[in-house]
C-alpha cells in the first residue's frame, strides 16, 4: 500500500504542475507547425489524461511510457530542488545534495517565486495532506 505522502508526490495536479514547468519553458524541437489553439487542446489532452489517474502506481506507469529515464530523472530532480529551496537551502548545498546543477537551482527558484504558481500550490497541498 502506497504512503500518504507517495500519492500526494505522483498526485494528478502534482504531476500537471511539474508537466507545465518543465515542458512550457523548454527548448523543443519543432516536429510540426501547430496554432496556439492546437498547443492549448493538445495540452488539455494530455492534462486531462494525467487527471484520469487514480494512485501512485498508476501515474509512475504513465510518466515511465511518456517519458525517457532522463525526462523524468529532471522533473524528478527538480521537484525535489522545490522541497529544498523552501527550506531555505543555500544553492551550492542544494548542488551538492543532488547534484542539480546551480543553474538549474536558480531556475527552479525563478518559477517558484515568479513562475505560474504551480510549484507553490502542489507543495502546499502536499504540506496540507501531511499528518500533524
Not at 53 to 74: G, K
Request: glycine letters at 4%; charged letters at 25%.
Amino acid at each position: 500500500m502506497a504512503k500518504a505522502a507517495d500519492r500526494a508526490l505522483f498526485s494528478p495536479l502534482h504531476c500537471i504542475s511539474v508537466l507545465v514547468h518543465y515542458y512550457k519553458r523548454a527548448a523543443m524541437k519543432e516536429h510540426r507547425s501547430l496554432t496556439p489553439r492546437q498547443e492549448v487542446l493538445a495540452e488539455r489532452a494530455l492534462f486531462s489524461a494525467i487527471l484520469t489517474l487514480r494512485s501512485v502506481e498508476e501515474c509512475r506507469a504513465f510518466f515511465r511510457d511518456l517519458c525517457t529515464p532522463a525526462e523524468l530523472q529532471a522533473l524528478a530532480d527538480r521537484w525535489a530542488v522545490v522541497a529544498l529551496l523552501q527550506q531555505g537551502v543555500p544553492y551550492r548545498e542544494i548542488y551538492k545534495q543532488t547534484g542539480v546543477s546551480v543553474t538549474t537551482v536558480g531556475r527552479v527558484a525563478r518559477y517558484l517565486t515568479n513562475g505560474n504558481g504551480g510549484y507553490t500550490l502542489a507543495a502546499a497541498r502536499l504540506k496540507d495532506q501531511r499528518p500533524t
